[in-house]
């Protein structure tokens, strides 16, 4: 049997996917989690097999947690599940260990197919974004202004970020926590492709995004 965990801080996903594998023997979910922390505390005991991770968290980034997680259970498979379909994340996530990233909209075929394959010690991406990354390969329909999808959110926080607020002063305004503006600030780097907030600033102003 393989045991699973599930980080998300959203109840709704992971009330949906114990339901899902509660109808095959196969698959065990032995631990859930709903911020970075919860996870970091716990799942060196909890010891699974297998970790649903969420990328986008109140308490900070998927993609840096990846790597933390990792340290203390380096034999644990980390499959990325999220909203975010972006090649950037993908690259961004394999680098920092994750095995497999998952589409939120995805089928639960395909959720048990990506998790049999990680246990295979193979790579699991789904097929349109396997394809997308092969052609940024091979350089078909490469398009040099290419900009990922930005989240609503990310915008309101990506425009004051221009106005030069404060990490502070943009989630009182947003009234939400500091680490969730920092949380974003670190998706937008990444999406972006930039190395800090300078480079947000740059790439907002020269791409037309604010």
């Known amino acids: ?69 990792l340290k203390l259970v380096p034999k644990l498979k980390i499959i990325a599940l999220t909203s975010f379909e972006d090649i950037n994340l993908v690259r961004l996530m394999l680098r920092n260990g994750a095995k497999g990233y998952l589409l939120k909209n995805t089928s639960s075929e395909e959720i048990i197919k990506a998790i049999n394959m990680v246990m295979e010690d ?50 009182e305004k947003l009234f939400v926590t500091h680490k969730a503006i920092e949380a974003h600030r670190s998706n937008l780097i990444q999406k972006l492709n930039v190395r800090n907030t300078a480079g947000l600033v740059k790439i907002a102003i020269e791409k037309g995004l604010v």
């Open 1 to 69: 049997m393989i045991s699973i965990a599930i980080t998300d801080d959203h109840a709704m996903i992971i009330e949906g996917l114990k339901a899902m594998f509660q109808q095959d023997q196969n698959y065990n979910i032995t631990a859930s989690y709903t911020s970075i922390e919860e996870t970091l505390q716990h799942i060196y005991l909890d010891n699974p097999d297998i970790l649903l991770l969420d990328i986008n968290l109140k308490d900070g980034n998927g993609t840096e947690a990846c790597k933390e997680i």
């Open 122 to 171: 193979e790579i699991f991406l789904p097929k349109e974004l396997k394809n997308q990354i092969l052609s940024e390969t091979i350089g078909i329909d490469k398009k040099q202004d290419f900009l990922p999808k930005i989240t609503r959110r990310e915008k309101e926080v990506l425009e004051l970020i221009v106005q030069e607020f404060t990490t502070d002063e943009i989630a």
